[in-house]
């Protein structure tokens, strides 16, 4: 641990709690909570989507109050502070406003400090970049990072004198605020610069368009086929070959850092090799994403692609940049999503319905002009929102600094005549002492029942 300035002590977050029966509490777990109990009002569930970094998130789930009166040991109150025990960026914690009646969900942990604790600094601590190395050591699994309920007891948060925390959160938060709002600002710009490229991608390229241009189709402008379908059978063999998958497949890019491999015997792997130039198009997405294409530029060599994907090759009187485009233009226009069946929540477009999606074909000249045109004002656009993502990352390092600087007592001067907190701490320890043991009473377990016997 590091030095601490005057008059400051280490404590734990178990250091730090209330004097009353359990402080902290995670949710409960497996079949006390499941989706048999959810109602549309009631009391409040909180659950993991609604703990910001920072900030409660307002997303609702309900349980009845019924219900909530059984779990009431896992009640959260205004005030409260909750913590995240899973997820990628830990420990993730936000103070809970005032939302009524609620409890929290497995995986968040509810706590409630002495009244002498100021939670927004021990909020602060939780979010600093110290705390966030020395838990980095404390995470646990492989895709579901894990902060187990013991560990997130022994957090160590410096702790200076009471007048002190409520001076430096005082200071912190003001210049939080005004970061907080310069970067809302610059999320804002980001989002009209996306909506932007989207409108000049459907204004692009207008259907019917120009008298001079042919209306066509997709399966008549050029060749559709779907990729080989995956199966156990060929996931060893003689004839290892990698392939593009949906997960490969992102607007305007393919990529290439998960690539994975099946068996492709020679006459099979010529069906399905992608030749440069080809379109690649989502299979089966959410609606939204439905349809997304990328264009293969000959990057991985021989490579192929399942049926996941839709594959475009351009007829003669079709560039493959102009096909992109239009298909890009399909999709933020909402195209394809009139041409879907829907299965488990997957929107899906298939070869026959997709071959029979309009296709605009101007000359090749003016095709040649609108891409050139687009491509570089759709560069502009990406050109600035690189700007702007500069200045949040900057945004960010400037907050970690502000919670270095605060976490260090270098943000407010002391003032000598503050009560130490090594009384403070000593006060909430008797107090926490002084509380009565709460016993559990054990429920009689059942008997088995003896089975009659046929005799």
Known sequence: MTELPRGWEWATLEDLLAAQERPITDGPFGSKLASRHYSDSGARVIRLQNIGDGVFRDERAYISEEYFEELRAHEVRAGDLVIASLGDVLPRACIVPDIGL????????????????????????????ATRRHTASLIKGVGRPRLGLSAIRKIPIPIPPAEEQRSIVAALEDHLSHLGEATLALEGIVQRLRLLAKRILVDAIPVPGPSNWRISTVGKAGMVDLGRQRHPDWHIGPNMRPYLRVANVFEDRIDLTNVMEMD????????????????????????????????????????????????????VDVLPEWALLVFRRHMHAKRFIREVRITT????????RFKSVEFPVPPLEEQEKIVRSVKA????????????????????????????????????????????????????????????????VRRPSKLPQQKETLL
């Open 345 to 352: 929540n997957i929107a899906h477009l298939s070869a026959s």
């Open 102 to 129: 609620a409890i929290v969900k497995a995986d968040c942990i509810r706590v409630r400090l002495h009244p002498e604790i100021d939670v927004r600094w021990v909020l602060y601590a939780l979010m600093a970049p």
């Open 377 to 440: 004002r759709l560069a502009d656009i990406e050109r600035s929102i690189s700007g702007i993502e500069l200045r949040q990352i900057q945004a960010d390092a400037l907050r970690r600094s502000l919670l270095a600087e605060a976490f260090a007592g270098r943000l407010v001067s002391q003032n000598p005549a503050d009560e130490p907190t090594s009384l403070l701490l000593e006060r909430i320890r008797r107090e926490r002492l002084a509380q009565p043991k709460s016993r559990r």
């Open 264 to 315: 492709f015997p020679s006459d099979i792997f010529d069906k399905y090799r992608l030749v440069e130039g080809d379109i690649l198009l989502n299979e089966g997405q959410s609606p939204e994403y439905l349809g997304r294409p990328a264009m293969y530029r000959g990057e991985p060599k021989e490579i192929a692609f399942t049926n996941s994907l839709l594959r475009f090759r351009a007829g």
